[in-house]
Protein backbone atom coordinates (compact mmCIF):
# COMPACT_ATOMS: atom_id res chain seq x y z
CA UNK A 1 0.00 0.00 0.00
CA UNK A 2 2.76 2.52 1.21
CA UNK A 3 4.48 1.46 -2.51
CA UNK A 4 1.66 2.11 -4.40
CA UNK A 5 0.76 5.24 -2.93
CA UNK A 6 4.90 6.54 -3.03
CA UNK A 7 4.10 5.62 -6.96
CA UNK A 8 1.39 7.49 -7.32
CA UNK A 9 3.12 10.52 -6.09
CA UNK A 10 5.76 10.15 -8.15
CA UNK A 11 3.84 9.82 -11.05
CA UNK A 12 1.74 12.77 -10.23
CA UNK A 13 5.06 14.91 -9.85
CA UNK A 14 6.51 13.40 -12.84
CA UNK A 15 3.69 14.59 -14.68
CA UNK A 16 3.12 17.50 -13.48
CA UNK A 17 7.06 18.33 -15.10
CA UNK A 18 6.21 16.60 -18.14
CA UNK A 19 4.95 19.58 -19.87
CA UNK A 20 6.99 21.83 -18.46
CA UNK A 21 9.90 19.61 -19.78
CA UNK A 22 8.22 19.04 -23.06
CA UNK A 23 8.32 15.11 -22.79
CA UNK A 24 5.14 14.76 -24.99
CA UNK A 25 5.16 13.29 -28.51
CA UNK A 26 2.11 13.60 -31.09
CA UNK A 27 2.32 10.71 -32.58
CA UNK A 28 -0.16 10.43 -36.12
CA UNK A 29 -2.14 7.08 -36.72
CA UNK A 30 -3.27 7.09 -40.45
CA UNK A 31 -7.09 6.41 -40.84
CA UNK A 32 -8.00 5.19 -44.34
CA UNK A 33 -10.27 3.85 -46.99
CA UNK A 34 -10.35 0.60 -48.43
CA UNK A 35 -7.99 1.35 -51.35
CA UNK A 36 -5.84 2.64 -48.77
CA UNK A 37 -5.91 6.30 -49.53
CA UNK A 38 -5.16 8.11 -46.59
CA UNK A 39 -7.97 10.29 -44.92
CA UNK A 40 -6.92 12.14 -42.31
CA UNK A 41 -4.89 10.97 -38.61
CA UNK A 42 -5.86 10.48 -35.15
CA UNK A 43 -3.37 12.25 -32.89
CA UNK A 44 -1.96 9.76 -30.09
CA UNK A 45 -0.31 10.94 -27.33
CA UNK A 46 3.40 9.60 -25.76
CA UNK A 47 5.44 10.71 -22.92
CA UNK A 48 8.92 10.49 -23.21
CA UNK A 49 9.94 9.80 -19.69
CA UNK A 50 13.23 10.29 -18.84
CA UNK A 51 13.22 6.71 -17.36
CA UNK A 52 11.02 5.11 -17.91
CA UNK A 53 11.47 5.28 -22.22
CA UNK A 54 8.23 6.31 -24.01
CA UNK A 55 5.07 5.20 -22.52
CA UNK A 56 1.69 5.11 -24.02
CA UNK A 57 -1.28 6.63 -22.56
CA UNK A 58 -3.01 3.56 -20.66
CA UNK A 59 0.29 4.52 -18.17
CA UNK A 60 -0.35 7.62 -17.31
CA UNK A 61 -3.95 9.07 -18.81
CA UNK A 62 -6.38 7.33 -16.31
CA UNK A 63 -3.83 8.81 -13.74
CA UNK A 64 -3.90 12.28 -15.16
CA UNK A 65 -7.73 11.81 -15.29
CA UNK A 66 -8.36 11.03 -11.42
CA UNK A 67 -5.64 13.46 -10.38
CA UNK A 68 -7.10 16.85 -12.90
CA UNK A 69 -4.30 16.80 -15.02
CA UNK A 70 -5.89 15.46 -18.27
CA UNK A 71 -7.47 19.24 -18.79
CA UNK A 72 -3.98 20.67 -19.14
CA UNK A 73 -2.93 18.06 -21.00
CA UNK A 74 -5.09 17.84 -23.41
CA UNK A 75 -5.12 21.05 -23.75
CA UNK A 76 -1.65 21.42 -25.12
CA UNK A 77 -1.83 18.21 -27.44
CA UNK A 78 -4.83 20.42 -29.15
CA UNK A 79 -2.10 22.94 -29.26
CA UNK A 80 0.54 20.76 -30.89
CA UNK A 81 -2.06 19.64 -33.33
CA UNK A 82 -3.09 23.25 -34.87
CA UNK A 83 0.46 23.92 -34.97
CA UNK A 84 0.83 20.79 -36.70
CA UNK A 85 -2.21 21.62 -38.83
CA UNK A 86 -0.53 25.17 -39.33
CA UNK A 87 2.77 23.75 -40.65
CA UNK A 88 1.21 21.49 -42.81
CA UNK A 89 -1.17 23.97 -44.72
CA UNK A 90 1.87 24.63 -47.43
CA UNK A 91 2.70 21.41 -47.74
CA UNK A 92 0.65 19.91 -50.92
CA UNK A 93 0.14 16.37 -49.85
CA UNK A 94 -0.64 17.20 -46.05
CA UNK A 95 -2.47 19.92 -46.19
CA UNK A 96 -6.09 18.71 -46.57
CA UNK A 97 -5.56 16.11 -43.64
CA UNK A 98 -7.93 16.37 -40.98
CA UNK A 99 -6.49 15.71 -37.39
CA UNK A 100 -8.58 14.14 -34.40
CA UNK A 101 -7.86 14.97 -31.08
CA UNK A 102 -9.20 12.90 -28.05
CA UNK A 103 -10.75 14.85 -25.59
CA UNK A 104 -11.18 13.75 -21.68
CA UNK A 105 -14.55 14.19 -20.21
CA UNK A 106 -12.77 16.80 -17.78
CA UNK A 107 -11.17 18.92 -20.58
CA UNK A 108 -14.46 18.84 -22.20
CA UNK A 109 -16.62 20.01 -18.97
CA UNK A 110 -14.42 22.94 -18.46
CA UNK A 111 -16.66 26.05 -18.52
CA UNK A 112 -14.28 27.84 -21.43
CA UNK A 113 -13.68 24.37 -23.68
CA UNK A 114 -15.67 25.99 -26.59
CA UNK A 115 -13.94 29.44 -26.24
CA UNK A 116 -10.17 28.04 -26.05
CA UNK A 117 -10.73 26.14 -28.37
CA UNK A 118 -11.80 29.16 -31.24
CA UNK A 119 -9.13 31.00 -29.94
CA UNK A 120 -6.40 28.06 -30.89
CA UNK A 121 -7.50 27.63 -34.14
CA UNK A 122 -7.51 31.38 -34.72
CA UNK A 123 -4.08 31.98 -32.87
CA UNK A 124 -2.59 29.22 -35.20
CA UNK A 125 -5.06 29.94 -38.54
CA UNK A 126 -6.30 26.81 -38.97
CA UNK A 127 -9.21 25.96 -41.06
CA UNK A 128 -11.63 24.65 -38.71
CA UNK A 129 -12.58 22.15 -40.84
CA UNK A 130 -9.63 19.95 -40.45
CA UNK A 131 -10.05 19.49 -36.63
CA UNK A 132 -12.17 17.00 -35.30
CA UNK A 133 -12.89 16.37 -31.74
CA UNK A 134 -12.94 12.34 -30.21
CA UNK A 135 -15.52 12.56 -27.26
CA UNK A 136 -16.42 8.80 -25.78
CA UNK A 137 -20.21 8.16 -24.68
CA UNK A 138 -19.48 8.57 -20.90
CA UNK A 139 -18.15 12.16 -21.63
CA UNK A 140 -21.26 12.98 -22.37
CA UNK A 141 -24.10 10.99 -20.22
CA UNK A 142 -23.48 14.01 -17.14
CA UNK A 143 -24.68 16.90 -18.68
CA UNK A 144 -25.95 15.89 -22.14
CA UNK A 145 -27.82 19.39 -22.89
CA UNK A 146 -24.66 21.33 -22.01
CA UNK A 147 -22.41 18.88 -24.55
CA UNK A 148 -25.09 19.40 -27.37
CA UNK A 149 -24.41 23.17 -26.66
CA UNK A 150 -20.79 22.99 -26.86
CA UNK A 151 -21.07 20.85 -29.64
CA UNK A 152 -23.48 22.86 -31.60
CA UNK A 153 -21.02 26.06 -30.91
CA UNK A 154 -18.16 24.40 -32.63
CA UNK A 155 -20.10 22.81 -34.98
CA UNK A 156 -21.46 26.10 -36.26
CA UNK A 157 -17.28 27.32 -36.09
CA UNK A 158 -16.91 24.48 -38.49
CA UNK A 159 -15.33 21.61 -36.06
CA UNK A 160 -16.47 18.25 -36.00
CA UNK A 161 -16.94 16.04 -33.48
CA UNK A 162 -16.39 11.96 -33.54
CA UNK A 163 -17.63 9.33 -30.93
CA UNK A 164 -14.76 7.01 -29.91
CA UNK A 165 -15.36 3.41 -28.54
CA UNK A 166 -18.72 3.58 -29.97
CA UNK A 167 -20.65 0.97 -28.68
CA UNK A 168 -18.78 0.20 -25.22
CA UNK A 169 -20.25 2.51 -23.18
CA UNK A 170 -23.84 2.91 -21.93
CA UNK A 171 -25.07 4.16 -25.24
CA UNK A 172 -28.49 5.61 -25.49
CA UNK A 173 -30.04 5.83 -28.31
CA UNK A 174 -31.82 8.96 -27.99
CA UNK A 175 -29.26 10.95 -26.74
CA UNK A 176 -27.24 10.10 -29.68
CA UNK A 177 -29.59 11.03 -32.40
CA UNK A 178 -29.89 14.66 -30.46
CA UNK A 179 -26.11 14.84 -30.52
CA UNK A 180 -24.76 17.30 -33.35
CA UNK A 181 -21.56 14.99 -34.04
CA UNK A 182 -20.24 13.78 -37.76
CA UNK A 183 -18.89 10.64 -37.12
CA UNK A 184 -18.80 6.90 -34.71
CA UNK A 185 -15.65 5.29 -34.22
CA UNK A 186 -16.66 1.15 -34.23
CA UNK A 187 -14.45 0.35 -31.43
CA UNK A 188 -11.86 -2.16 -31.71
CA UNK A 189 -13.92 -4.33 -29.21
CA UNK A 190 -16.22 -5.19 -32.29
CA UNK A 191 -13.77 -5.42 -34.97
CA UNK A 192 -11.03 -8.25 -33.39
CA UNK A 193 -13.34 -11.00 -34.00
CA UNK A 194 -15.70 -9.21 -36.61
CA UNK A 195 -14.57 -12.31 -38.82
CA UNK A 196 -14.82 -15.28 -36.29
CA UNK A 197 -18.09 -14.48 -33.96
CA UNK A 198 -21.27 -13.85 -35.80
CA UNK A 199 -22.32 -11.62 -32.94
CA UNK A 200 -19.76 -8.84 -33.42
CA UNK A 201 -19.90 -9.08 -36.84
CA UNK A 202 -23.99 -8.24 -36.48
CA UNK A 203 -22.69 -5.28 -34.01
CA UNK A 204 -20.51 -4.02 -36.27
CA UNK A 205 -22.85 -4.51 -39.53
CA UNK A 206 -25.61 -2.70 -37.11
CA UNK A 207 -23.28 0.54 -36.26
CA UNK A 208 -22.63 0.92 -39.61
CA UNK A 209 -26.05 0.57 -40.84
CA UNK A 210 -27.03 3.07 -38.08
CA UNK A 211 -24.57 5.62 -39.23
CA UNK A 212 -25.53 5.51 -42.33
CA UNK A 213 -28.97 5.88 -41.65
CA UNK A 214 -28.45 8.85 -39.29
CA UNK A 215 -26.13 10.19 -42.01
CA UNK A 216 -23.22 9.95 -39.97
CA UNK A 217 -18.95 8.89 -40.81
CA UNK A 218 -18.45 5.89 -39.76
CA UNK A 219 -14.86 4.37 -39.25
CA UNK A 220 -13.73 1.41 -37.73
CA UNK A 221 -10.88 0.84 -35.25
CA UNK A 222 -7.90 -1.34 -34.70
CA UNK A 223 -8.32 -2.93 -38.39
CA UNK A 224 -5.29 -5.38 -38.20
CA UNK A 225 -6.24 -8.09 -41.10
CA UNK A 226 -7.55 -7.99 -44.58
CA UNK A 227 -9.78 -10.19 -44.00
CA UNK A 228 -11.60 -7.77 -41.23
CA UNK A 229 -11.29 -5.11 -43.68
CA UNK A 230 -13.22 -6.84 -46.50
CA UNK A 231 -15.75 -7.71 -43.85
CA UNK A 232 -16.58 -4.41 -43.12
CA UNK A 233 -15.85 -2.62 -46.06
CA UNK A 234 -18.91 -5.48 -47.77
CA UNK A 235 -21.02 -4.04 -44.60
CA UNK A 236 -20.51 -0.50 -46.05
CA UNK A 237 -17.31 0.95 -43.93
CA UNK A 238 -15.91 3.67 -45.31
CA UNK A 239 -13.04 4.22 -43.47
CA UNK A 240 -10.86 2.29 -41.31
CA UNK A 241 -7.73 3.02 -38.89
CA UNK A 242 -5.25 0.21 -37.66
CA UNK A 243 -2.25 -1.43 -37.87
CA UNK A 244 -2.93 -3.20 -41.37
CA UNK A 245 -2.36 0.50 -42.71
CA UNK A 246 -0.37 2.33 -40.55
CA UNK A 247 0.86 2.39 -36.52
CA UNK A 248 0.26 5.32 -34.75
CA UNK A 249 3.95 7.14 -36.00
CA UNK A 250 5.99 10.23 -34.73
CA UNK A 251 5.77 13.18 -37.51
CA UNK A 252 8.34 12.69 -40.10
CA UNK A 253 7.12 8.85 -40.37
CA UNK A 254 3.84 9.83 -40.86
CA UNK A 255 4.34 12.36 -43.80
CA UNK A 256 6.38 9.44 -44.84
CA UNK A 257 3.66 7.43 -44.70
CA UNK A 258 1.63 9.47 -46.62
CA UNK A 259 3.84 10.11 -49.47
CA UNK A 260 3.78 6.41 -50.46
CA UNK A 261 0.23 6.00 -49.76
CA UNK A 262 -2.36 5.85 -53.13
CA UNK A 263 -3.47 9.24 -53.86
P1 LIG B 1 -8.40 5.56 -28.72
O1 LIG B 1 -8.67 7.00 -28.87
O2 LIG B 1 -9.54 4.62 -28.90
O3 LIG B 1 -7.21 5.25 -29.73
C1 LIG B 1 -7.05 4.05 -30.43
C2 LIG B 1 -6.03 3.15 -29.76
O4 LIG B 1 -5.95 1.94 -30.49
C3 LIG B 1 -4.62 3.71 -29.79
O5 LIG B 1 -3.98 3.25 -28.60
C4 LIG B 1 -4.01 3.03 -31.00
O6 LIG B 1 -2.60 2.97 -30.95
C5 LIG B 1 -4.63 1.67 -30.88
N1 LIG B 1 -4.66 0.96 -32.16
C6 LIG B 1 -4.80 1.49 -33.39
N2 LIG B 1 -4.83 0.53 -34.33
C7 LIG B 1 -4.72 -0.65 -33.69
C8 LIG B 1 -4.68 -2.02 -34.13
O7 LIG B 1 -4.78 -2.33 -35.31
N3 LIG B 1 -4.56 -2.97 -33.16
C9 LIG B 1 -4.48 -2.65 -31.84
N4 LIG B 1 -4.34 -3.64 -30.98
N5 LIG B 1 -4.50 -1.36 -31.39
C10 LIG B 1 -4.62 -0.38 -32.30
P2 LIG B 1 -3.05 4.19 -27.75
O8 LIG B 1 -2.25 5.09 -28.62
O9 LIG B 1 -2.33 3.32 -26.77
O10 LIG B 1 -4.10 5.09 -26.97
C11 LIG B 1 -4.99 4.52 -26.05
C12 LIG B 1 -6.03 5.49 -25.61
O11 LIG B 1 -5.48 6.57 -24.87
C13 LIG B 1 -6.80 6.14 -26.76
O12 LIG B 1 -7.77 5.26 -27.26
C14 LIG B 1 -7.36 7.35 -26.06
O13 LIG B 1 -8.53 7.01 -25.34
C15 LIG B 1 -6.28 7.69 -25.05
N6 LIG B 1 -5.49 8.83 -25.58
C16 LIG B 1 -4.46 8.83 -26.45
N7 LIG B 1 -4.00 10.09 -26.65
C17 LIG B 1 -4.76 10.89 -25.88
C18 LIG B 1 -4.81 12.32 -25.65
O14 LIG B 1 -4.05 13.13 -26.22
N8 LIG B 1 -5.75 12.77 -24.76
C19 LIG B 1 -6.63 11.93 -24.13
N9 LIG B 1 -7.52 12.47 -23.29
N10 LIG B 1 -6.61 10.61 -24.35
C20 LIG B 1 -5.71 10.09 -25.20
MG1 LIG C 1 -9.61 8.13 -30.14
MG1 LIG D 1 -11.20 4.29 -29.63
Known amino acids: MQQALEQR ?4 ADLRNALQERQFRLYFQAQADAAGRCLGAEV ?5 HPERGLLPPNEFIPFAEESGLIAGIDFWVLDEA ?3 LAQWRLHDRMSRLPLAVNISAAAFMREDFVDDVLVLLKRHGVEPGLLKLELTETSLVDGVDEAIGKISRLKAAGVRF ?3 DFGTGYSSLSYLRQLPISQLKIDHAFVRNVATETGDAVIARTIVGMAQNLGLEVVAEGVETRQQLELLAAFGCPAFQGYLFAKPLPQAEFENWVATAPS
Open 9 to 12: ARLG
Open 44 to 48: LLRWQ
Open 82 to 84: CRQ
Open 162 to 164: SLD
